[in-house]
């Protein structure tokens, strides 16, 4: 017969095991929220707090996108639309709080916004979702194209394409105005938070996991007894609700809306977003609108090029990386578990290093170009990664040049042995 303490341990044993990790999820949730709120009295300027508003802004526009496509398998080239809904939304509950003096503080307008794009998205994936595939994808350019058109013929609603706001004229909430930038970054983590709780409660719902089941195997859904349709429907309804959360958030933060928040361009950029972070995974689109925010606003202070650089960098990830970012971090997580990692550092660094600079030579190159092409009679001065430089000298683009040349070409002899180690230190080890 055991021992009962014995067996009392095993238990006690067993249910730490099962609750560790849902406790290491919850002090997970909790690293990140007072990251965030610590974040502002890190980065203290002006700037760097808007940034890190249309940063947040970002992450909820592209985790909605990611229930679309990444949770149900729905390729939208329209979901713009409901960021744009629900920014024109908030803004004129905005105005019409600040005429008729209504008790409404400005926390809540996210929340109306968020709901009218739900009331839109109800309306078009009606119809919309009853296909799936590349007929759906038709479907929303279509839409977001009709929108795009209409919104400067309807003034009623669009104002012939932008509307404006001042968010500090409407009642205070508990004493706060919302005049800096800190007070509106605030406001904004709050719904951040919020928001990406939800999402990622709902990957666990029920219809979360159909959801899944319907991106990989709609026909054997059907089989099971349950309507792919429907549950495309209310994946797509639940996606257009935090879009406009989304949209209320930046018509919040910069004061306006326009119709370039509702065009294609948006659609498109946030399924650049998505792919960067990772379509596959929950926390990729955060990734991804992370980079993409930086490249926007970090890297389009220092050049005007910067589309080119994410577009290649767009490129780069999905012939190379399919899974995104995320896809290719977590790639290394059993070669770091296994301690391995020490194996391929050497490979890493003889194939990544020169590949970084033969890639920094190459944009120097471009640099150097545009600069040399567009610049005004005479203005041959120009600042390249900091250092002033003059595109009528030659010796820039002989070092630019020799730096691409020598960099490509030792990353392209050294990437056979980086591949072999990797496969090598990827295989599971064998019998002793």
């Known amino acids: 017969m055991r021992d009962p303490v014995t067996r009392a341990g095993r238990a006690m044993r067993a249910a730490s095991a099962r609750s560790f990790p849902g406790l290491a999820a919850v002090l997970a949730w909790g690293v990140a929220v007072l990251l965030l709120m610590a974040l502002p009295h890190i980065f203290v300027a002006n700037s760097a707090i808007t940034i890190m508003n249309q940063m947040a802004i970002t992450i909820?526009?592209?985790?909605?996108?990611?229930?679309?496509?990444?949770?149900?398998?729905?390729?939208?080239?329209?979901?713009?639309?409901?960021?744009?809904?629900?920014?024109?939304?908030?803004?004129?509950?905005?105005?019409?709080?600040?005429?008729?003096?209504?008790?409404?503080?400005?926390?809540?307008?996210?929340?109306?916004?968020?709901?009218?794009?739900?009331?839109?998205?109800?309306?078009?994936?009606?119809?919309?979702?009853?296909?799936?595939?590349?007929?759906?994808?038709?479907?929303?350019?279509?839409?977001?194209?009709l929108v795009a058109s209409v919104a400067i013929v309807i003034h009623l609603f669009f104002r012939g394409g932008g509307v404006g706001g001042d968010r500090t004229l409407g009642m205070t909430f508990f004493g706060i105005g919302f005049e800096r930038q800190i007070e509106v970054y605030y406001l904004i983590c709050f719904w951040l938070i919020l928001c990406v709780g939800l999402m990622y409660l709902f990957t666990l719902t029920p219809l979360g996991r159909m959801a899944n089941a319907v991106r990989e195997n709609p026909v054997r859904v059907e089989y099971l007894g349950y309507s792919a349709r429907w549950i495309r429907f209310l994946s797509f309804c639940a996606a257009g609700f935090f879009a406009g959360v989304a949209g209320g958030l930046f018509s919040i933060n910069y004061e306006i809306a326009s119709v370039e928040n509702l065009s294609a361009e948006a659609s498109g950029?946030?399924?650049?977003?998505?792919?960067?972070?990772g379509v596959g995974f929950f926390?990729?689109?955060?990734?991804?609108?992370?980079?993409?925010?930086?490249?926007?606003?970090?890297?389009?202070?220092?050049?005007?090029?910067?589309?080119?650089?994410?577009?290649?960098?767009?490129?780069?990830?999905?012939?190379?990386?399919?899974s995104g970012l995320t896809g290719l971090l977590l790639l290394h997580g059993t070669?770091?578990?296994?301690?391995?990692?020490?194996?391929?550092?050497?490979?890493?660094?003889?194939?990544?290093?020169?590949?970084?600079?033969?890639?920094?030579?190459?944009?120097?190159?471009?640099?150097?170009?545009?600069?040399?092409?567009?610049?005004?009679?005479?203005?041959?001065?120009?600042?390249?990664?900091?250092?002033?430089?003059?595109?009528?000298?030659?010796?820039?683009w002989l070092i630019a040049a020799g730096a691409a040349a020598v960099g490509i070409r030792a990353c392209r002899r050294n990437a056979p042995a980086l591949a072999s180690a990797w496969q090598a230190e990827r295989r599971p080890p064998g019998p002793l």
């Not at 950029?269 to 972070?277: K, N, S, Y």
Request: net charge neutral; hydrophobic share 55%.
């Open 60 to 145: 909820v526009f592209a985790l909605s996108y990611n229930m679309l496509l990444g949770q149900a398998g729905m390729l939208s080239f329209g979901h713009a639309i409901y960021f744009g809904f629900g920014g024109f939304m908030c803004l004129h509950a905005m105005n019409h709080v600040q005429v008729e003096d209504l008790p409404v503080p400005l926390p809540v307008l996210p929340l109306i916004a968020g709901l009218f794009s739900l009331g839109m998205a109800m309306l078009i994936g009606s119809f919309s979702t009853r296909r799936a595939g590349t007929v759906f994808a038709m479907i929303s350019l279509g839409v977001v194209e």
């Open 269 to 277: 950029t946030v399924i650049m977003i998505a792919f960067l972070g």
């Open 283 to 322: 926390f990729g689109p955060v990734l991804g609108a992370v980079l993409f925010t930086l490249l926007q606003t970090v890297l389009g202070l220092h050049t005007n090029l910067w589309q080119l650089y994410a577009g290649v960098l767009f490129l780069a990830t999905v012939m190379f990386f399919p």
């Open 335 to 396: 070669v770091v578990r296994q301690g391995r990692l020490r194996a391929v550092a050497g490979p890493y660094a003889r194939t990544v290093l020169p590949g970084l600079i033969g890639g920094l030579g190459i944009c120097a190159l471009i640099e150097l170009l545009f600069h040399s092409r567009n610049s005004a009679s005479g203005g041959a001065d120009m600042t390249l990664f900091w250092i002033p430089v003059q595109t009528t000298d030659t010796v820039p």
